[in-house]
């Protein structure tokens, strides 16, 4: 089982339209897939059009949890809403409370990729996934701004891992919001590749309009344009993150 948590300390670089694509792709490769949806917004359950009786919220405190077959082989827990933020609070007070999530999923089996949508901020619940991810899915989008709270992403995810006792850069950087019209999405890719190398994943996420309306159809970009670039280079993420396995 792998475990990814999709994270950056900026809102809107595409972080829930990764975890949810990549993780319907996933499972379209016929990998058993479990998105946990970590933010009290609830993306993700909202981009599928469902919601749960309990979610993470729940799991957290009273170990109850409804998981949801959204899709063949694709399952999600939904966030809980404001009642997850409200939990975060209470967490801060506990022992322990950075591995709540490990103890909570220690009996987890049979999945082959769990993947984590996170919110963008320093707080219990986004620890609690960096303490308990093999790596962290770090996508930036390709403007001026972007990189620099990137920078700020990677100095507090490598302080909180550090913490944790995990020396380990566990990260990958995803480059999102790629258009190639401008000339500052070419000049942030450089810069990024300059200074991070092979963290920086060989697949780019380009602007598409596509992927801004699949969640209105309560889809995701394979089933509402298969043949979209944004489909095209999530089909690239999966076949890359696969990859990564294979000898
Ligand atoms: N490659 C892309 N091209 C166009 N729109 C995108 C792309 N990726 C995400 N979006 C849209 O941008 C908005 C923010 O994306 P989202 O994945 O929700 O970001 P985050 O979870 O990081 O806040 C959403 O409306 C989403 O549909
Ligand atoms: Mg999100």
């Known amino acids: 089982m792998m475990r990814y948590a999709i994270m950056t300390l900026k809102g809107g670089t595409g972080k829930t339209t990764t975890a949810v694509s990549l993780g319907h792709g996933l499972s379209l490769a016929g990998k058993k897939v479990l998105i946990i949806d970590c933010d009290p917004q609830r993306n993700v359950a909202v981009t599928f059009g469902v919601e749960a009786k ?5 799991l957290l405190t009273t170990g109850d949890v409804d998981i949801l077959e959204v899709r063949d082989n694709l399952f999600i827990i939904d966030s809980g809403g404001r009642k997850l933020a409200e939990v975060e609070l209470i967490l801060g007070r506990k022992s322990d409370r950075e591995n709540r999530l490990n103890e909570s999923l220690k009996y987890l089996k049979g999945c082959d990729f769990v993947i984590c949508d996170c919110p963008p901020s320093v707080n219990m619940i986004n620890i609690n996934a960096l303490a308990y991810s ?3 899915i ?5 403007d001026y ?9 990677l100095e507090v995810i490598t302080e909180i891992q ?3 006792n995990n020396y380990d850069a566990r990260f990958r950087i995803l480059p999102t919001f790629f258009d ?4 500052i999405s070419e000049k942030v890719l450089d810069g990024l590749k300059e200074r991070f190398d092979n963290q ?6 380009r602007i598409n309009t596509a992927i801004k309306e699949a969640p209105w159809q309560n889809k995701t970009i394979f089933e509402h344009a298969p043949l979209s670039r944004g489909a095209f280079d999530y089909y690239r993420l999966t076949e890359e993150i696969l990859s990564s396995f294979e000898e």
Do not use: F, H, K, N
């Not at 770090?138 to 390709?142: L, Q, T």
């Open 138 to 142: 770090i996508p930036i989008a390709m």
């Open 54 to 58: 309990s979610g993470l919220a729940d």
């Open 145 to 153: 701004l972007s990189q620099v709270g990137a920078d700020q992403t």
């Open 162 to 164: 550090r913490l944790l």
């Open 200 to 205: 920086v994943l060989d697949t780019v996420i």
């Open 180 to 183: 190639a019209r401008t000339r």
């Open 134 to 136: 093999d790596e962290v």
